[in-house]
């Protein structure tokens, strides 16, 4: 399980376990928070060919479906 904290995910990186489309890396760009600091929103963006997809940030967390960094 990887560590993931609201706090740091924006500009963080991102290795995707399974690549689909050619797209393995990827930083995340866009995080919003409500009122209550809790995460309402994570687009994250394949540094390949600059698509964008709204995650649950959560996901993240899954270890054997992402990494931290790129590798």
Do not use: L
């Given at each position: 399980m990887n560590k993931v904290?609201?706090?740091s995910l924006l500009n963080s990186k991102w290795t995707k376990q399974v690549i689909a489309n050619k797209e393995k890396h990827f930083v995340i760009t866009e995080v919003d928070f409500d009122e209550d600091k809790n995460v309402?929103?994570?687009v994250i963006q394949a540094v390949i060919n600059k698509?964008?997809?709204a995650i649950n940030w959560r996901d993240l967390k899954n270890s054997q479906s992402w990494r931290i960094g790129w590798q």
């Open positions: 904290s609201p706090k309402i929103k994570c698509n964008e997809y």
